[in-house]
């Protein structure tokens, strides 16, 4: 049993607690929206927010993250950067498949928390974690700059 | 960085010259129209008064709620098909691009046939839009059609001084409107029109404008777009596999005692389909099916196991490559010619098997009740899927029943001509014996080793030049396996010729009088399957590169020797000159940047790239590539440019690190650490140019991949002066910044 606060929301999931974040969200609370694409930390498809910061839930165990505040894609446009980095994504074009984006966005929105105005170099290093097989990046990066202009 | 996507008006210039498809004003069209019910392959239209939903035919049904629901037959891998298919209908049924939404449409030929595949249901072939761009058209104007007729008997006005637009029916005179909503119980009263118009083109608001947002760009922005791995159904049990290690092994013995032991393990069983074997271990989620894989004992029957390695494969390819294959074209003499010749140039090409490695790992979600089958999918190949799962079961086709979901990715890979995967979930379930639904999931690991790959190939050049540098003779002999060969898609080898292997070098636009292309076709225990662009996606690379070490053996500008090569064939020539003009070829670059041109028709479409490099002290980095597209009319310009964004991105990745090497019969490469592929600190910025076409629309989904190998390629060699023969870069040395 893990008691976790996700999505603001005290939550109790009857997993062992060796179990990475991913799959207690995903097949024990029904949210989908985090994704699965490696189970390694390489492709950034999972990324949720612990704290605030960008993290990769499927190589994060339950039992690390008890006490901590977990944000996911289910909510993170209720705050004002995720939704102006959805509504970016939207007007961008952004989505192909579409697979990859949640953790984009997540990605995304973390970098544009602690950065106004991100610069070329400031995406590359924040987003260069997140594989699109889709290649949407040239996207990735209008969105981004596009979510930047409209919070600024 | 960004990504423009511009209509080029001397590029319409340029087009004028094609020999464009006369059409009238209005079309009327004899375009398979069926009905709105299974097995209404007709389209009678099941009239009804007092219906809440009208369904004038198998792709359009209009809710009193005045919502239009476009059933889509082609599956949405990311490609943009649900968006331009309901571009097609919103068009002709004037629609507001709000109210339209898309649905995957069921498994069922005789209505969602691909009419570029002979009527098997299947998405493939960059044929989506294609296939249906008038089909959808008059599903849209049918539907519109009878509206206009509900609302003529009902406001006792001729239907010709009704207008349509934006979702609203209107008729001036009387000042009266209606939206479609309120017109659905009437129209779904009527017969169903058989002589169906369709706009003049000059009517457009949808088609060719760039005005649509993409119908699944809200959903997939906030984590609500439902995938394959997304289903969740009561007491579904999850499924995670473990292939044998090396290709045609069979499992020998399981010890699962240490699986069973896991908590949240159901199940443990070996499965056996047509096309491969393993062991599956069932649980109550992926994570404790995971580790009850993982814990798995299992001892391999490997009599029949390949075990060669890539250094050995390449070593008998290049051997083959000495010999005379099948031969796919000939003209002239080359024999010869090459005599006569002044001068002979000789090079080969090889390029390695490539994983598909989507993003959504392969999965497939099956539930086996009496006699019938449900699968949930996101399914590329419905005919052959359902065919072969019902063989398997035993049950005739039409009882096992798809529910579509959104693909992430696919790039071929979900269309297996033998349905891989959909019957290794169909055969965990039944071996299984439970009619809970089951999900297989394939771990990253066993979708990178799962073979079904792009299959490796040697290609062998021999040109002969005459004493001016003109290229009179072109020799190129193809050496790997067949893609079309041995499976249900036999049918398509003729004399000795898989045309995907020849894909590209067969049909080289090029004028040279004396021309030969052979092929060996190689088989070897590597499952292989097409991959995004086909034999395109190595052909494009060895003959574009090798053209360039000819125009620098004969110190030739690359674009200009290409143009010359081109005269015959002013569509490619108008697509290479925009390319080039846009990337502005004949300006000099700064020191330390050079360029590459190249230039690829695929599925239709021709495709030119100008790629940029600037050699800096951590690498050459990939500035920008300019791209040219003609695929006919753009139905969607943004879709279009997405496409071709998305194909030189794709095709970035294999030229720049991608390779399935094998050793001893092992796969070397399991996760993104070692199958690594492009990321954001190395993609380029991407321009796009369309010229303007009232041709017949062809793909885009596949056209943009081929092409950049080439271009980036030939801009390392203008920087390094040495001809790179061999992908990826990675491992010939090139250093990437
Ligand atoms: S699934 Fe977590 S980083 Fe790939
Ligand atoms: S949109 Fe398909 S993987 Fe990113």
Redesign the interface.
């Known amino acids: 049993m893990a008691a976790l606060t996700i999505n603001g929301k005290s939550v109790e999931v009857d997993?062992?607690p060796d179990?990475?974040l991913l799959?207690a969200l995903?097949?024990?609370l029904?949210m989908?929206?985090?994704?699965?694409?490696?189970?390694?930390a390489?492709?950034g498809?999972c990324t949720v927010h612990i704290d605030g910061q960008p993290s990769r839930s499927c190589s994060i165990p339950v039992s690390a993250v008890e006490g901590k505040q977990i944000t996911?894609?289910?909510t993170i446009?209720d705050s004002k950067v995720g939704a102006a980095a959805?509504e970016a994504?939207?007007?961008e074009?952004?989505?192909?498949?579409?697979?990859?984006?949640?953790g984009q966005?997540m990605s995304a929105t973390a970098l544009l928390t602690g950065n106004k105005a991100p610069t070329?170099a400031d995406?590359?290093?924040a987003?260069?974690?997140?594989?699109?097989?889709?290649?949407?990046?040239?996207?990735?990066?209008?969105a981004i700059k596009r979510a930047a202009g409209s919070l600024a | 960085m960004s990504t423009k996507h511009i209509e080029n008006a001397s590029a319409r210039e340029a087009t004028s010259r094609r020999d464009f498809l006369k059409v009238g004003a209005v079309l009327t069209l004899a375009i398979y129209l069926p009905g709105c019910s299974p097995g209404d392959d007709k389209g009678a239209g099941a009239a009804a008064s007092g219906a809440t939903k009208f369904e004038p035919n198998a792709f359009v049904r209009i809710g009193a709620d005045n919502t239009v629901t476009v059933i889509s037959k082609h599956i949405e891998m990311g490609q943009g098909t649900y968006t331009g298919l309901a571009t097609l209908v919103a068009e002709e049924l004037d629609a507001a691009w709000s109210q339209i939404s898309v649905e995957g449409a069921p498994a069922d030929a005789k209505r969602y046939g691909n009419l570029a595949m002979g009527g098997i249901q299947g998405t493939g072939g960059s044929t989506a839009i294609a296939n249906s761009y008038e089909q959808y058209r008059q599903a849209g104007a049918a539907a519109k059609a009878m509206l206009v007729a509900a609302a003529a008997n009902r406001w006792k006005v001729a239907a010709g001084e009704i207008q349509v637009a934006g979702g609203v029916v209107s008729h001036a005179a009387s000042k009266k409107t209606a939206a479609f909503g309120d017109l659905v119980a009437d129209a779904a009263a009527l017969p169903v029109p058989t002589d169906i118009k369709l706009k003049d083109p000059k009517d457009f608001v949808y088609i060719g404008k760039a005005v649509t947002a993409r119908v699944d760009a809200r959903a997939k922005s906030t984590g609500t777009a439902k995938y394959t791995q997304d289903v969740q159904l009561p007491g579904m049990l999850t499924a995670v596999i473990m292939h044998p290690p090396r290709f045609g092994s069979k499992v020998k013995s399981v010890d699962d005692t240490k699986a069973r032991a896991i908590k949240g393990v159901v199940n443990v069983v070996t499965f056996v389909t047509p096309v491969s074997t393993g062991v599956a271990v069932l649980a109550n989620d992926f994570w404790s099916a995971k580790k009850g894989r993982d814990a798995l004992a299992v001892e391999w029957d490997e009599t029949n196991a390949f075990s060669q390695g890539s250094a050995e494969i390449m070593a008998d390819y290049r051997k083959l490559a000495k010999t005379p294959g099948a031969v796919a074209r000939n003209d002239g003499d080359v024999d010869a010619a090459f005599k006569k010749a002044a001068r002979v140039i000789e090079a080969t090409y090889e390029v390695p098997f490539l994983a598909h490695s989507s993003m959504e790992p392969l999965n497939c979600v099956v539930q086996i009740s009496e006699n019938a089958c449900e699968i949930w999918n996101g399914e590329q190949f419905q005919t052959l899927d359902q065919g072969a799962v019902a063989k398997l079961l035993g049950m005739p086709p039409e009882n096992v029943k798809f529910n579509m979901l959104f693909a992430g990715g696919s790039f071929g890979r979900r269309a297996n001509p033998l349905g891989d995967y959909v019957l290794e979930a169909a055969a965990i379930a039944k071996a299984a014996a439970t009619p809970m639904p089951v999900k297989m999931v394939w771990t990253r690991e066993e979708d990178t080793k799962g073979g079904f790959y792009r299959p490796a190939y040697v290609h062998q050049f021999k040109a002969g030049l005459d004493k001016d540098g003109t290229i009179v003779a072109w020799h190129q002999r193809i050496v790997g396996q067949s893609i079309m060969g041995g499976g249900p898609m036999q049918g398509m080898v003729q004399n000795g010729i898989d045309p995907t292997s020849v894909e590209g070098a067969a049909n080289l636009p090029y004028t040279i009088p004396n021309l030969r292309v052979e092929l060996h076709t190689t088989t070897i225990g590597v499952p292989i399957q097409w991959w995004r662009s086909v034999g395109s996606s190595h052909s494009a690379y060895a003959i574009e590169c090798f053209l360039d070490e000819l125009a620098k053996a004969t110190n030739k500008d690359p674009f200009e020797l290409r143009r010359g090569l081109l005269a015959n064939h002013p569509r490619h020539k108008a697509v290479l000159e925009l390319a080039a003009e846009k990337a502005e070829w004949s300006k000099p670059l700064a020191a330390g940047r050079t360029r590459g041109i190249a230039v690829h028709e695929s599925f239709g479409t021709v495709v030119a790239e100008v790629a940029e490099v600037t050699k800096t002290a951590a690498g050459y980095k990939l500035d920008r590539v300019v791209c040219s597209v003609d695929c006919g009319v753009a139905v969607n310009p943004n879709i279009i440019a997405m496409q071709m964004e998305s194909g030189i991105g794709y095709g970035l990745s294999a030229a720049l690190s991608g390779a399935i090497t094998l050793k001893g019969g092992l796969v070397e490469q399991s996760n993104f650490h070692q199958y690594t592929v492009l990321r954001m600190n190395q993609a380029p910025a991407i321009e796009v140019h369309i010229v303007p076409s009232t041709e017949k629309p062809t793909g885009v989904g596949e056209p943009g991949t081929p092409v950049i190998a080439p271009a980036l390629v030939n801009a390392l060699m203008a920087s390094t002066g040495k001809p790179i023969r061999a992908l990826p870069l990675s491992a010939q040395g090139i250093k990437m910044a």
Do not use: F
């Open positions: 997993v062992d179990m990475p799959w995903r097949d024990h029904s989908t929206g985090t994704k699965y694409g490696c189970g390694m390489l492709c498809a996911t894609i289910e446009g959805q994504w939207i007007t074009n952004v989505a192909q498949c579409g697979y990859c984006q949640s966005i070329d995406i590359d290093a987003m260069s974690g997140n594989i699109c097989r889709c290649a949407t990046y040239p996207r990735i990066r209008a």
